[in-house]
C-alpha cells in the first residue's frame, strides 16, 4: 500500500507545475491588461495573495504553540 501512495506523489507532484503555471500566466495577463487601462486589480491580487500566504503560517504557529504548551505542562 505504501508503495503505491509513494508512486501517486511522485506523479501529482510531477505533474503540478503545468498546472500551477498555466494558473500564474492567466493571473498574470489580467493584471497586466488591468494595469494598462488604469484598473486597481494588479494590487487586489497582490493583496489576495497576502492572505493566503499569512494564514497557513498563522495555523502552523497556532498549533507550535499549543504543543509547545502541552509539552511544557507539567506531568
Not at 37 to 52: Q, S, V
Request: charged share 15%; proline share 4%.
Amino acid at each position: 500500500m505504501r508503495k503505491w501512495s509513494l508512486i501517486f506523489v511522485v506523479i501529482a507532484v510531477v505533474a503540478m507545475p503545468g498546472w500551477v503555471e498555466a494558473q500564474c500566466a492567466m493571473c498574470a495577463a489580467i493584471a497586466e491588461t488591468d494595469a494598462q487601462g488604469g484598473g486597481t486589480a494588479a494590487a487586489g491580487l497582490n493583496e489576495g495573495i497576502l492572505y493566503l500566504m499569512a494564514f497557513p503560517y498563522l495555523i502552523m504557529a497556532a498549533v507550535g504553540y499549543a504543543i509547545y504548551r502541552h509539552k511544557k505542562r507539567p506531568a
